[in-house]
């Protein structure tokens, strides 16, 4: 049973910081939160007039509060929607919200607010770091998987037809508003496919925070409050942390692609239409974690722990059927890439991950098949 | 009659550098150099790949010397063509771009290299700043306002249906390049445009660069190395100088759009036809020029003074004839406003300038006449 809203002001709201100099941001977690975005937006921008970029769904729920509060903080606002959905990250849509913000007096006083989940975020973003050579952003993710991932540490993105996030820039936002009560409206699926990031952060750097996944899963999946808060909090701080190291992906933020060179191929090839990035990642991590094993860098055990508990989130595990060529081919173009070999992600155990510098035969080898074990589909 | 050719080898290389911690980079002006860039990309990059990007008539005569010095210097490189002029700068370009470049095997072991004048360089500039998140460029100017200009200080950008370079992003080359000798080849028309800026350095903060002016004017036209050369170090130094202060446009390097506000505003009113950038810029100092004057705000006679040394130089002082509603209206998109003022540059001197925010009625009162005196041309 979902409860974030019922227990809602009996958690407090808590803060982590990104640490960026001059470009430094706080995320604000709490319950219940969204009538209080306005003030926090006029402090953290200076702003008077908002961009208000969401997609429908969400839009009908939670715009009019995001506004309502906007306004009572001096700030004027005006609402864009783009369809729901990955396809919507594309250059066409770039273009039109350009010549909308522009329409709708966009200038340097103005600021973008991204409210919704990773796609809208990450569009936003984009729009947000070239509309003027950049203005600022606030993130008001309302999925699992943007208030623990991308709403967090300045990647901004779109696809094009050679793949995922190929055109992209990064530009910090100002502030991170997290409402968990959010989650409440948020489909079971998408829930879930967030809950692969929260697993991916506890693999790669938390055995503590694995282990507490393991025990708490149920209630996590029910939204208890007092599991929830904590959980959102620790994430954002792993993330934080990993972003404050490095912000430009030179080194240790390389370790949160765990999951995602298999899982953008997924993608990739199944055109983003049917599978969600969360979905992309669980099934990266697997296979990740069974080529760690079979490269004897992880101990035996490690990919069947974290494929039981990405079960348990409801996540699939096996990759999309589809020829080691093909792919290979979606390999080539990764960002990652540098010259013949991608920065592939390891486990050495639960908790901890490294990168591999590895050509695309290691991280495929010619006769490995696509389903290794029947454990996790 | 021109010749940097003919004297090349006599007159020493020359590098100014811009300061801009971990970003800062050099830039290398010599006369007959363009054969040695290869050596200064791949120590300035690291880069194993290069992406030429230029136009037919620049690539014709210097694309092969480029392509053989980076090939002797351990660079593979793919020649990319856009079409000459200011409206290649569009979104449509950037998106063929990114997959062309895609194609061709781009990843973050590769470079872009612009070569050509302004337009390449913000074109390519802002594909090397989105494609995969940021790749590195190097600045090859081969047009005098792209030397002592755009080439340096990182900002990219193309053009959108409501005004000029609406969408962009801060990029900093890792080097710019420089060889006088390219030059010879250009266009007078483009030689006078590049002026321009050179007057604009000269007149927002150096006046002994502006009397040089005055003096040498007739060798500079003639491309004399040994006068060129300097003035065009001491463009970029001030450029430098500038940019270094104040990377993002906060303050200080807003003083480098003097006379831009009214000359976009003439190129948007023209569709970028029939005008070039840097005749925009003519046009709008000699305007912001009188109005400095009719606010009080510089000495009588500095508007004539520049308006003669503009006119000497071969550029058009008189904006295009367009109702001031039209105007106003071109205005209202300047990427420079903030709620309902503009930041206009005015003069205090010749060699002195300062940003005013002004309201537009301000900026071109209600009553004033286009074309105010006869003087100009």
Known sequence: MRGVRGAARSVAARRVRVDLGDRSYPIEIGVGTLDAVGPAVAAATGAR?????????VARRYAARVERSLRDAGIRSKRLLV????????????????DA?????????????????????????????????????????????AMVDSSVGGKTGVN??????????????????IDGETLDTLPTRQLAAGLAEVIKHAAIRDERLFRRLERDLDRLLALEP???VPILQ????????????????????????????????????????GILHGEGVAMGMSFA??????????????????????????????LPDFPRSAYLRALAVDKKKRDDRLHFVVLRAIGRAETRPLKLAEIWPPRRKLLRRGTGG
């Not at 973003?125 to 008001?140: C, D, E, K, N, S």
């Not at 190929?166 to 508003?177: C, E, T």
């Not at 993330?239 to 990739?268: C, I, Q, W, Y």
Request: aromatic content about 4%.
């Open 101 to 145: 913000c522009l329409a709708a007096g966009a200038d340097r006083s103005s600021v973008v607010v991204a409210l919704g989940g990773g796609v809208v975020g990450d569009l936003a973003g984009f729009v947000a770091a070239t509309l003027l050579r950049g203005i600022p952003v606030v993130q008001v993710p309302t999925s699992l998987l």
């Open 83 to 98: 369809p729901d959905g990955e396809r919507t990250k594309n250059l066409g849509q770039v273009a039109r919200l350009y």
């Open 49 to 57: 007039k908002a961009i208000l970029i969401s997609v429908p769904p």
């Open 160 to 177: 094009v037809a050679r793949g995922k996030n190929l055109v992209g820039a990064f530009h910090q936002p100002s502030l991170v508003w």
């Open 289 to 318: 974690a069974e080529r760690s094993e079979e490269l004897g860098l992880a101990p035996a055990g490690t990919a069947n722990r974290l494929r039981a508990l990405l079960v348990r989130a409801g996540l699939p595990t096996d």
């Open 226 to 228: 007092r599991v929830c």
């Open 234 to 273: 620790r994430n954002c701080a792993i993330k934080a942390a990993v972003v404050s190291e490095d912000e430009r992906e030179a080194g240790p933020r390389m370790l949160l692609n765990f999951g995602h060179t298999l899982g953008h191929a997924a993608e990739a090839l199944k055109k983003f239409r």
